[in-house]
Nanobody
Framework: QVQLVESGGGSVQAGGSLRLSCVVSGYTGNNYYMGWFRQTPGKEREGVAVLVSDGRMLYAASVKDRFTISKDNAKSTLYLQMTSLKPEDTAMYYC????????????????????WGQGTQVTVSS
C-alpha cells in the first residue's frame, strides 16, 4: 500500500519561501509520476509540479520559475521548494503519485493520481 505523508506547510509573508516534504512508502515500481497539487475552498484541485521517473519536470505556469520539485531517492522523499511566494499561493497542498502510463496532456491533472497524502496548509499573507 502506497502511503504519502506531507509536512512543511505554514504561514509566511509574501516574498518568503517554504519547502514542502512528502515521504513516500510502499511504492516499489520504477515508473512513476509524483507531484504536488493544491486546492482552495470551492475550487478544483490543480496540479502545481510533477516529477516523472524519466526525469521530466512539469510545472503550472503560475509557479514556473518560483517553485522547484525534486526527489531524494535515499530518503524516499519528494520536495517542493517554493520561493517568491504570493498570497494567491495560499492553499492546501497535497502530494500525489500515479503509476503506469499517463498521457502528457494529463500529467498536471488530478485524475490520473491514485495515491494522495493528507495535505499540508500553506498560507501567504500580504
Amino acid at each position: 500500500q502506497v502511503q504519502l505523508v506531507e509536512s512543511g506547510g505554514g504561514s509566511v509573508q509574501a516574498g518568503g519561501s517554504l519547502r514542502l516534504s512528502c515521504v513516500v512508502s510502499g511504492y516499489t515500481g520504477n515508473n512513476y509520476y509524483m507531484g504536488w497539487f493544491r486546492q482552495t475552498p470551492g475550487k478544483e484541485r490543480e496540479g502545481v509540479a510533477v516529477l516523472v521517473s524519466d526525469g521530466r519536470m512539469l510545472y503550472a505556469a503560475s509557479v514556473k520559475d518560483r517553485f522547484t520539485i525534486s526527489k531524494d531517492n535515499a530518503k524516499s522523499t519528494l520536495y517542493l521548494q517554493m520561493t517568491s511566494l504570493k498570497p494567491e499561493d495560499t492553499a492546501m497542498y497535497y502530494c500525489a503519485a500515479a503509476t503506469g502510463y499517463v498521457d502528457s496532456r494529463f500529467i498536471l491533472s488530478r485524475f490520473p493520481y491514485k495515491y494522495w497524502g493528507q495535505g499540508t496548509q500553506v498560507t501567504v499573507s500580504s
